[in-house]
């Protein structure tokens, strides 16, 4: 990965994510927010303690996913993606996004948003290893 797109991708923005449909194994693409935190990059959502996310159920059948930026710079990032579910990982994750937010709910957020850590494939520029 050149240093154009990986400055491009560890700035926090919105991108498109493609995921493989659990059921159909078609391509499911969304429209979201990439945050990244000290080089780590994940994807949150607002709470909802009703239901999980279709995306979130397609990662946990096929963690293969396309990063699509779509701002400074377009590029089709092949990445996998890890669902976070255990607390003390979540919660600085979390913390960020929610500030980054204005949110004040964090407690309901670590409680029912959803939460992915991202491993682009390629980008070895020095980032930390996903947590």
């Not at 659990?22 to 239901?51: C, N, S, V």
């Amino acid at each position: 990965m050149d240093d154009a797109t990986h400055t491009a991708l560890h700035r926090s923005q919105v991108i498109d994510l493609t995921t493989t449909g659990r059921r159909t194994g078609q391509p499911r693409r969304i429209e979201i927010f990439l945050h990244d935190k000290d080089g780590l990059l994940f994807i949150t959502g607002m709470p909802r303690a009703d239901r999980t996310r279709d995306w979130i159920h397609n990662i946990g059948a096929d963690p293969r996913v396309v990063v699509h930026l779509k701002r400074s710079l377009v590029a089709d990032l092949p990445a996998t993606a890890r669902v976070i579910t255990e607390p003390q990982e979540r919660q600085p994750l979390i913390e960020a996004a929610a500030t980054r937010w204005g949110r004040t709910d964090v407690a309901t957020m670590l409680e029912h948003s959803p939460l992915i850590v991202l491993t682009v494939d390629g980008d070895t520029h020095g980032h930390p290893t996903p947590l």
